[in-house]
């Protein structure tokens, strides 16, 4: 295969960098994404006789158009089209490092899942369940400790494998919001998607859970694509907000984000995570 090209994404403190500088040594360059003071750093290495081009993106928590750190690593994802995003969870934080793994998985980028720091998860008595945890997300799941380097040959394996497996791209995951954000989702899909707007990016859902999430960057673009479309979906994303306001008091963006955790609540209590309890270090 030619040169592939990963993307190295988590949140931060995951180990990125450390995973980053194993896979690299010194071919490695730092240098900043365009128009912002964000730190770049790329590298190369070869795996197997495959040449990798990797990119160890901003660590963060979420995609929204909050903070640029969000903005540098989603348009990249978007605009450069990694053959493979290795998105580097803390094994020791599952549940907080995986919000992030689903907002990948709604993007429908091909994702490979590192589960890292597994030394400090098996020291505090946290077995995870790699299959069953790869099985409920529908992405291949690889244990490793970063710091040592362990499993990255595996983890290797597995990336050139999905890179060289086209299938694997573009098939986002579908998450429910409840009762009052579906049918108005189910909706403005529907419109982005007849009207092909912004489809060269994002998956039609993706781009009407940000308008109702009130993204700027989004609603920019979608206004410059066609100002009628953003009037008219606009319209239905703040008739849902004024609903929810008037009835809970909350914005939509609370709600996707209470389901996004639910979503991942649900999926750790079938079995993923088994705690151990460690009676030597309570007393
Ligand atoms: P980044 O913010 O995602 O780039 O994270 P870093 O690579 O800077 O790692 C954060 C901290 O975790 C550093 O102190 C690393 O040495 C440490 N670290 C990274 N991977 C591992 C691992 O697998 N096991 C342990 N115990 N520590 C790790
Ligand atoms: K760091
Ligand atoms: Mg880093």
Known sequence: MPEIKIALAGNPNAGKTTLFNHLTGARQHVGNYPG?????????????????????LPGTYSLTAY???????????????????????DASNLERNLYLTVQFLELGVP???????VDVARSRGITIDTGKLSQLLG?????????????????MDTVVAVAADNKATLSPALLRYGPDLDPVITKMTAIIGEHQLLTDLYPP?????????????????????SPPLADEL??????????????????????????????IKSLLRQGVVTRQFRTDRLY
């Open 36 to 56: 912002v003071t964000v730190e770049k750093k790329e590298g190369f290495f070869q795996h197997k006789g495959q040449e990798i081009h990797v990119v160890d």
């Open 67 to 89: 903070s640029v750190e969000e903005l540098v690593a989603r348009d990249f994802l978007v605009g450069e089209r990694p053959d493979v995003v290795v998105d580097v969870v």
């Open 111 to 117: 994702l490979v899942l590192a589960l890292n720091m």
């Open 139 to 155: 992405v291949p799941v690889v244990p490793i400790i970063a710091r040592s380097g362990e499993g990255v040959e595996q983890l």
């Open 205 to 225: 859902r993706w781009t009407a859970l940000k308008i109702l999430e009130d993204d700027d960057q989004i609603l920019d673009k979608i206004r410059k694509a």
């Open 234 to 263: 606009l319209q239905l994303s703040q008739t849902v907000t004024a609903h929810l306001q008037q009835t809970l008091d909350v914005y939509p963006e609370a709600i996707i984000a209470d389901h996004r955790y639910g979503f």
